[in-house]
């Protein structure tokens, strides 16, 4: 049995220690907007966060992360940069099929929490393990800038 | 229900309650199935529904799969902007499956493919707008007894400035479809278009930024099972023998089933499936880790020994057969013998995997005298067709759940993952959520065809173009996917596809096509379809005769085109916007390709600059398209940008090889596609037209293989002849 703190509930699952947070998050728990994509860490689809910062949750051990602060694609919009990134992925239309799109706004929200106002380069760097098969990455990019510049907006209005 | 028909184009079907129905369609009538007669509806079946309740809530059937395309935005607004409602008001529902309502006129079968979405609506539910509203109008204008022409529409609501009236499209269903349906129902001019052409936020994008979207991944249903599967190793392997006992040790397990060894025949689609192993658990990594506890004993069956060598030499031993002619023109032969110079090219195009970022996965729910599914299928028809074949039911007792896909690019035109989840539902008794793992969804996908082509140009004294020959050797799709597609003497429409129709003006052209069917493994359509394989070779080719000739490649592109306007606009466009004339440095090149498909003009440049290791680096790429009327320009340029980069991706990196009769690749990191730090900036501009709408969806895939060739090309001198471009790292090597 363990016990895993997501998007600020408590929840009580008795899986094997071993089962990757992904599949305890979708098929346990119901959580199914972090996308299975490989199984290997190579697509980044299931990028989910602990104590804020991004894993790859389809190789994460759910029996690593009890206990600790777990948040996913349908709690990101409740934090500052999950919002701001939301709202910029809409008003440039990033999307396409979607299907990579909650692993890549996981991925730039860890970004936006260590670097404020990231670069081409950063970006890059950050967002390189995250595939999209649509290849919106121009727009990715677009975005990431974009929501970074209406919080260093809101920060000093 | 009581329908009346109407004398030509529409038919009312009176009122549902009090709902306006309305159906429309201007294609001949195809023959209309028992369902259809019984409504009455025989010659007059529509192929599309807009249907208007008392609430005033409207909503459009959509017949097109929601992939990436935007086609859940772009078809209402079509039906919006003639009804003279906003986008927000119109709902919209999947279509269920239904070949006669459903059939698109461009493919003739329920089918969202080969970029035809926006093509087939154009002007279909235009007129469905434009028909429901002049009936509303007409209904109230009866009511308040005044002359419809002073009435006018906005926001779903009829209103007579005069007496300072107004009523809701909801109050008027009831009373408009006792209207006489319009013949000929008046259509906006483009000037007058309030909503196409511009872009409103996407109507399925919010769920996809939140996590709230449902996928066929995502399903979840009371007492669902979750299935995981792997087939056949080797093509054509059987099962010999299995042992259940290791998965059904582990905890969560509940069931081991074998399925497959079976082919299926939908309508004249074919498919084979080879034998499976499925493990049924309470999730899906209970499911796969009782798969990988198992060691199924396979029989390597007759293509244990099968390898690429046997492929490409079965595609050269058949380009020295005559094939079928596809298209000629004058006399090739003979301008060929007289030609000042002659060049020859042969071109090598590998088998792709579509490695859709969602991997194939369906639910099903297969009971006794009911089979439920939900997945997202490109061919919503065939798939209830199969799945009612494996559940042993009539097809009306299946019920299809429509979901947006998680990309496709063709790979849900094919109905496998339907097939097995209705079988491990069956076995198991329960609803059952079939899911890929990536390497199942890479190594038993139906591949994009591996071709080779042979071509043959003559230049005469002065550098001029006066023979084409090209011979295309591969297999048919269409022989499996829909032989009725096939030319009567087997000539297949899809290989020669961009061949054919080439914006130039060949004086003296000869387009053939051998058909070779690849031993076991199996082929199917791949974004761009025909067109992205032959562009290929064509623009490739073009590009060479033009260095033969010491001509520049825009310049001798524009020599060859004729009389054809767009084309050469999209050509000028990209060499302006691309800065075709700037010095680029050292070790770095441009390449254009120009393409014709889809009904869309698209001309391309891609830059790059090589390593000192011969990597390729992509710097920079401009596309101009000319795709007729726009409806939603954004996604327009969205299309574009993303098309290109997958073509680009493929191009660079993607094959798919067999040895010893298995599929080598298995999951994205030895099938590499691109990454945003590989991305280039990408430049799309949009022609502005009125004529109809080209084909998105696939187009900037197309040109993308070419115009990165011919950048190579231009910093190197090294001609690709063989994709992907990642086989000639030595070469470029050397040379950078």
Redesign the interface.
Known sequence: MARLQINGATHEVDVPEDMPLLWVLRDVIGLTGTKFGCGIAQCGACTAHVDGKAVRSCVTRVGTVADRGITTIEGIGATPHGRALQNAWLSLQVPQCGYCQPGQIMSAAALLSEVGSPSDAQIDAAMAGNLCRCCTYVRIRKAIKQAAASQATAQRT | MNARVSRRHFLRTGAVGAALVLGFRLYAARPASAETSTAGLAQFTPNAFIRIDSEGGIVLVVDKCE????VYTSLPMLLAEELDADLDQVAIVPSPPNEQLYADPILHLQATGNSTSVRSSWTELRRAGAAARQMLIAAAAAEWRVDPSQCRTERATVIHDGTRRQLGYGALAAAATQQPVPQDPQLKQAEQFKQIGK?P??V????????????G??V?LPGML?ATIASSPTFGGKLNSLDDNPARSI?GVRNVVRIGGQGFDVGGYKLHLDDAVAVVA????AA?QGLAALEPAWDRGPNAHLGMDDVVRALEAASDRGGLVARHNGDVDKALSTAATRLEARNYMPFLAH?????LSCVADAREDSCEIWTATQVQARAQGIAAQVAGLPPEKVTLHNL??????GRRLELDGIALAVAISKQSGAPVKL?F??EQDIRHDLYRPFYHDRLRAGLDASGKLVAWHHRIVGPSIFARWAPQALRSDGLDPDAVDGAIQMPYAFPNLLVEYVREEPPAIPTAFWRGVGSTHNAWVIESFVDEIAAVAKQDPVQFRRDLLGHAPRALAVLNLAAEKSRWDKALPPRSGRGIALAYAFDTYLATVVEVTLSGAGLVTLQRVVCAVDCGSIVHP??AI??I??????GL?AALWNEVTVRNGRVEQG???DYR?????E?P??EVHLVSSREAPGGLGETGTVAAAPALANAIFSATGYRVRQLPIIKSIEELKRRA
């Open positions: 992939v990436g395309q935007g872009s936020l996407r399925d994008l919010p769920g996809k930024v939140d996590g709230a979207a449902q996928y991944f995502d979840r979750f905890k309470e999730n899906t990594w796969q490695a859709a970022m969602e991997p947006i896909s998680g990309g496709a690019f899911v793992t990536r954004d996604s969205a299309q940008e993303g098309g290109t980069l997958f991706s999951n994205f990191n596609t691109i990454r945003i730090d991305t900036e990408v």
